[in-house]
């Protein structure tokens, strides 16, 4: 039910209101399947980060003698302590979900057309952010899985040509991670990080309300007002406390990992790079490390970052996936590259190295170039036949490759995360 009438509410709360959303807003724009709340969802995962960071900061000490015992100190000694972490675990765990889902609803609605084109960019260097937040903190508590992890994800920097090496060095301010890491990476998460995550947050909100609100299909036009209090609000504030509901309900029941205290001369197996990092990892095991390390990452993010300058025929639509035919599309992509990603892992596996079958070329063309190729051809097949079975316009097909490489992206981190043991081989889940 649409409120037409603003209730009374006290002075400083509207104050605050009001510099988050306008007095009223488009009655067409606050349907919940509009957005999902997801962009709200994110920001407050970001204000429960922020207050559960500065808590653990009491307690926490940034030294690799002290950083694991400060962090078994909080989960014995402390009340709550253990459940102010796992907060702040699960929340990192969520907030890296909830974006890519924004970024996803951002892009299947048409929403990075102009002229939110530069929010589309501030986003994705906010996800940036939020993936470096998560992966300096996952060194701080200090055990193995933490030093390992990180000691994985920076061994992927040395396959950058020519600076690879120095730039590892550079970060991790050593040959391996050490004690300096661990202060550099403490001074990261809880000062620098947060700082440029709440300047570009507010500039992305002042950039929403500059383009008049969040995209809405034409055909819905002409608006009708309503006052944003209560018609938005209790509508965000629904969705806000399911969120910190389903967060606790895990807080409660999971608790973040912690192994024994990071022993740098004994490796886990098998050694794991953080979650968000997987893909790539998994990346590496088929691919010339130049090539997944490197190449496809770097490329795929400049693509995912030129979507919206491309020249489309379309005006942005506001409608998911454009039209019928781009849902049908889009969904015969999710399942292609489901089928074909699987395909291939297994059949590199398990029957064809090119490494080892075209021993005496280089890595760099039988491990690189070759099943380079071999991918860019059965994309390029792909999308010749879908343009002509759908009669696709470029936006369409903008959008069917997208989500057939999200997909692909999708399957290799889950192949990665659960279907891989010990020496990395491929295994089921439950003989992990
Ligand atoms: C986007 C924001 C943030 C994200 C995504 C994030 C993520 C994380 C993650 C994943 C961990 C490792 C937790 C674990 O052991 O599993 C961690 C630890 C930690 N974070 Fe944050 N954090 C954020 C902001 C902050 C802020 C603003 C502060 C303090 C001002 C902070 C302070 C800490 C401290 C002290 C630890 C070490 C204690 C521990 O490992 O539990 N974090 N953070
Ligand atoms: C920390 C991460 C982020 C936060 C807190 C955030 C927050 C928000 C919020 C609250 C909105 C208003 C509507 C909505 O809820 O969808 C929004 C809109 C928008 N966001 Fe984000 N966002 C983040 C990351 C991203 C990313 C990764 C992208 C894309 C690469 C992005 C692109 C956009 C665009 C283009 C809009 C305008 C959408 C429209 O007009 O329909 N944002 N964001």
Same mark, same amino acid.
């Given at each position: 039910?649409?409120?037409?009438?603003?209730?009374?509410?006290?002075?400083?709360?509207?104050?605050?209101?009001?510099?988050?959303?306008?007095?009223?807003?488009?009655?067409?724009?606050?349907?919940?399947?509009?957005?999902f709340g997801?962009?709200g969802m994110?920001?407050l995962l970001?204000v429960i980060?922020?207050i559960t960071?500065?808590?653990?900061?009491?307690?926490?000490?940034?030294?690799?003698?002290?950083?694991?015992?400060?962090?078994?100190?909080?989960?014995?000694?402390?009340?709550f302590?253990?459940l102010v972490?796992n907060i702040h675990h699960w929340s990192?765990v969520f907030l890296?979900l909830i974006?890519?889902?924004?970024?996803?609803?951002?892009?299947?609605?048409?929403?990075?057309?102009?002229?939110?084109?530069?929010?589309?960019? /501030?986003?994705?260097?906010?996800?940036?952010?939020?993936?470096?937040?998560?992966?300096?903190?996952?060194?701080?508590?200090?055990?193995?899985?933490? @030093?390992?992890?990180?000691?994985?994800?920076?061994?992927?920097?040395? @396959?950058?040509?020519?600076?690879?090496?120095?730039?590892?060095?550079?970060?991790?301010?050593?040959?391996?991670?050490?004690?300096?890491?661990? /202060?550099?990476?403490?001074?990261?998460?809880?000062?620098?990080?947060?700082?440029?995550?709440?300047?570009?947050?507010?500039?992305?909100?002042?950039?929403?309300?500059?383009?008049?609100?969040?995209?809405?299909?034409?055909?819905?036009?002409?608006?009708?007002?309503?006052?944003?209090? #209560?018609?938005?609000?209790y509508k965000e504030g629904v969705v806000a406390l399911t969120l910190i509901a389903l967060i606790l309900v895990f807080a409660v029941f999971f608790?973040? #990992?912690?192994?024994?205290?990071?022993?740098?001369?004994?490796?886990?197996?098998?050694?794991?790079? +953080?979650?968000?990092?997987?893909?790539?990892?998994?990346?590496?095991?088929?691919?010339? +490390?130049?090539?997944?390390?490197?190449?496809?990452?770097?490329?795929?993010?400049?693509?995912?970052?030129?979507?919206?300058?491309? %020249? @489309?025929?379309?005006?942005?639509?506001?409608?998911?996936?454009?039209?019928?035919?781009?849902?049908?599309?889009? %969904?015969?992509?999710?399942?292609?590259?489901?089928?074909?990603?699987?395909?291939?892992?297994?059949?590199?596996?398990?029957?064809?190295?090119?490494?080892?079958?075209?021993?005496?070329?280089?890595?760099?063309?039988?491990?690189?170039?070759? #099943?380079?190729?071999?991918?860019?051809?059965?994309?390029?097949?792909?999308?010749? @036949?879908?343009?002509? %079975?759908?009669?696709?316009?470029?936006?369409?097909?903008?959008?069917?490759?997208?989500?057939?490489?999200?997909?692909?992206?999708?399957?290799?981190?889950?192949?990665?995360?659960?279907?891989?043991?010990?020496?990395?081989?491929?295994?089921? +889940?439950?003989?992990?």
């Open positions: 039910m649409i409120n037409q009438i603003t209730e009374k509410k006290p002075k400083a709360f509207s104050n605050i209101l009001l510099h988050l959303h306008p007095a009223a807003v488009s009655e067409e724009s606050i349907s919940f399947t509009r957005t997801l962009g994110a920001a970001i980060q922020f960071g500065i808590l653990l900061r009491f307690y926490y000490e940034p030294f690799p003698q002290k950083a694991y015992d400060s962090i078994l100190i909080l989960h014995n000694n402390v009340l302590g253990q972490r990192g890296v974006v890519f889902l924004h970024l996803l609803r951002v892009f299947l609605t048409g929403a990075y057309q102009s002229p939110r084109q530069v929010n589309w960019i /501030i986003g994705l260097i906010l996800f940036a952010l939020v993936i470096f937040s998560n992966f300096t903190g996952y060194l701080l508590p200090w055990d193995q899985l933490a @030093y390992w992890a990180v000691t994985v994800s920076t061994s992927i920097l040395q @396959y950058i040509p020519l600076v690879g090496n120095s730039l590892r060095e550079f970060v991790i301010l050593g040959t391996e991670v050490n004690a300096e890491t661990l /202060i550099v990476f403490y001074t990261f998460h809880t000062a620098v990080l947060p700082i440029l995550i709440l300047l570009l947050m507010a500039y992305h909100f002042w950039r929403v309300r500059k383009s008049c609100g969040v995209i809405i299909p034409r055909s819905e036009l002409p608006k009708t007002m309503v006052p944003t209090y #209560p018609n938005l609000v608790n973040a #990992p912690l192994l024994e205290r990071a022993n740098p001369s004994f490796s886990l197996n098998p050694t794991k790079a +953080p979650w968000y990092f997987a893909g790539i990892q998994e990346l590496l095991m088929h691919f010339h +490390p130049f090539f997944a390390g490197f190449l496809i990452p770097l490329t795929l993010i400049i693509l995912i970052a030129f979507i919206p300058f491309l %020249k @489309y025929e379309q005006s942005p639509t506001g409608i998911w996936f454009v039209s019928d035919k781009g849902k049908k599309s889009a %969904k015969l992509s999710v399942v292609f590259a489901v089928a074909i990603t699987i395909f291939l892992v297994l059949l590199n596996e398990y029957l064809i190295n090119f490494e080892m079958l075209l021993s005496w070329l280089s890595p760099v063309i039988s491990n690189g170039i070759i #099943p380079l190729l071999i991918v860019l051809g059965i994309i390029w097949i792909y999308s010749k @036949y879908i343009t002509k %079975k759908f009669k696709l316009s470029f936006s369409e097909l903008v959008q069917s490759i997208f989500v057939l490489i999200i997909t692909s992206f999708v399957v290799l981190t889950l192949i990665n995360i659960f279907f891989r043991g010990t020496n990395m081989q491929l295994t089921f +889940p439950w003989n992990l």
